[in-house]
């Protein structure tokens, strides 16, 4: 069965610092692989995703992805964060050619300290 | 383009009552996506419905839950005798495209007592 791996439950950075939220998955086909962000008390939202191509993919707010097939990772970055980043993210695959269900990681909560 | 909108946002009900959750889809989109999220858990698929029809149900409990996508009008989650263990949010996603960008509404959190 497919699944996502989210290792870091919970980070805790000081603005300016560098980020790196983990994602592994298991699936033995072709994936697609999608960040989203939920803002507290808003709804999930897009951060970027990967079909294919270029496995440096860059999303929006300055955030980055980097598909790895070998390791089957789809790690999470972004050089320098703020505070505004405070959220909580959701790493999901869905596999190439099915309905499109999305299979969600438990998600990471990052708290950035002013 | 108005998002994809949920209503209730919250729903308080007691055990052995009926939730029914709503789900206005994006302008343009045919395709729904129910996902529950329980307690410190990542979302779960439930049920993909594009209009009219139930394409995919393998996330749905086999008792109590149902969905429907008609015609006219928004998608709905009806959860039949609620128990505690229905806690949750609620989210739904709407695609212009199956497997395609799903874009997600604010979710509904359905206590109950």
């Known amino acids: 069965a497919q699944s996502v791996s989210q290792h870091n439950h919970h980070v805790i950075l000081s603005e300016a610092a560098s980020l790196e939220l983990g994602c592994n998955y298991s699936?033995?086909?072709?994936?697609?692989l999608f960040w989203y962000v939920q803002y507290p008390g808003q709804h999930l939202q897009l951060l970027l995703k990967y079909f294919s191509g270029d496995p440096l993919v860059k999303g929006i707010k300055g955030f980055e992805a980097e598909f790895i097939k070998s390791k089957f990772s789809f790690n999470l970055r972004k050089p320098s964060v703020q505070w505004s980043d405070t959220a909580e993210y959701f790493c999901a695959v869905n596999a190439r050619g099915s309905q499109g269900n999305l299979i969600f990681g438990k998600g990471t909560k990052l708290s950035v300290k002013p | 383009n108005a998002g994809v909108m949920q209503n209730p946002r919250h729903l308080v009900r007691r055990r052995g009552q009926e939730a029914r959750l709503r789900c206005s889809p994006m302008k343009g989109h045919s395709h729904v996506y129910w996902y529950r999220q329980l307690p410190e858990e990542g979302l779960k698929f439930m049920v993909y419905?594009?209009?009219?029809?139930?394409?995919?149900e393998s996330g749905m409990p086999k008792e109590r839950f149902s969905a429907e996508f008609p015609k006219e009008g928004p998608s709905i989650l009806r959860i039949q005798q609620v128990v505690r263990g229905d806690s949750a949010a609620y989210f739904c996603?709407?695609?212009?495209?199956?497997?395609?960008?799903?874009?997600f509404g604010p979710g509904t959190r359905l206590t109950v007592l």
């Open positions: 419905l594009q209009k009219e029809n139930i394409i995919d």
């Open positions: 996603a709407s695609s212009p495209l199956k497997a395609g960008e799903q874009f």
């Open positions: 699936y033995g086909g072709t994936v697609n």
